[in-house]
């Protein structure tokens, strides 16, 4: 299994960005995808998830409104378009697969929101 994420970056408050995950080695939608991110000093938390089938999505609270999970199937690729970013948002987004009890994690991508 590899997940190979890109995009992120540093943006402006109130500015978007996009990350996407391309994934390889399993059936990639047969498998529920997530978006993590991890702040500095604070825990690894969940920012987003997707269905296998697109169908189904959950957001934080925190993001709510202003995030949105998607995928292609057939590009095998999860995205994470973020909307009116903020400050609190910056953090290293890592995206997730959980697959035969073993947890795959992406390379992890740096998003700094910051004027």
């Known amino acids: 299994v590899q997940l190979v994420q890109s995009g992120g970056g540093l943006v402006q408050p109130g500015g978007s960005l996009r990350l996407s995950c391309a994934a390889s080695?399993?059936?990639?939608?047969?498998?529920?995808m997530s978006w993590y991110r991890q702040a500095p000093g604070k825990e690894r938390e969940l920012v987003a998830a997707?269905?296998?089938?697109?169908?189904?999505?959950n957001y934080a609270d925190s993001v709510k409104g202003r995030f949105t999970i998607s995928r292609d199937n057939a590009k095998n690729t999860v995205y994470l378009q973020m909307n009116s970013l903020k400050p609190e948002d910056t953090a290293v987004y890592y995206c997730?697969?959980?697959?035969?009890?073993?947890?795959?994690w992406g390379q992890g991508t740096q998003v700094t929101v910051s004027s």
């Open positions: 997730y697969v959980r697959r035969m009890a073993s947890n795959y």
């Open positions: 080695g399993f059936t990639f939608s047969s498998y529920a």
């Open positions: 997707i269905t296998g089938a697109g169908g189904i999505t």
